[in-house]
């Protein structure tokens, strides 16, 4: 089992700039895919950014070229660097984790993003 643990969320203003980061407990190398998901307020929870134990990331269109996912497997963290923020940007974003041997998924709590003037 893993815990997962965001920080870094916050109020941004329009075209600024964050970056989300999650702490496993254990270690994620060669193990886990690690996500960002996020869900804005009374919508459906979505896929954000993915990088595979390899490196490998993939992207929900809307946020190509303005998000950048990696990881540290040293570390046992994953970022999401956000960019060139928009209003349709904010909602509550969550940390994943999902074994590539068993499937098993992990959920980070959750942190807020909300991007306004």
């Known amino acids: 089992q893993v815990q997962l643990v965001e920080s870094g969320g916050g109020l941004v203003q329009p075209g600024g700039s964050l970056t989300l980061s999650c702490a496993a407990s254990?270690?994620?190398?060669?193990?886990?895919?690690m996500g960002w998901y996020r869900q804005p307020p009374g919508k459906q929870r979505e896929l954000v950014a993915t990088?595979?134990?390899?490196?490998?990331?993939d992207y929900l269109d809307s946020v190509k070229g303005r998000f950048t996912i990696s990881r540290d497997d040293d570390k046992n963290t994953v970022s999401l660097e956000m960019n060139s923020l928009k209003p349709e940007d904010s909602a509550l974003y969550y940390c994943?984790?999902?074994?590539?041997?068993?499937?098993?998924?992990?959920w980070g709590q959750g942190t807020q993003v909300t991007v306004s003037s």
């Open positions: 994943h984790a999902r074994s590539i041997f068993s499937g098993r998924q992990y």
């Open positions: 990088v595979g134990p390899g490196g490998s990331t």
């Open positions: 254990r270690s994620i190398q060669g193990i886990y895919i």
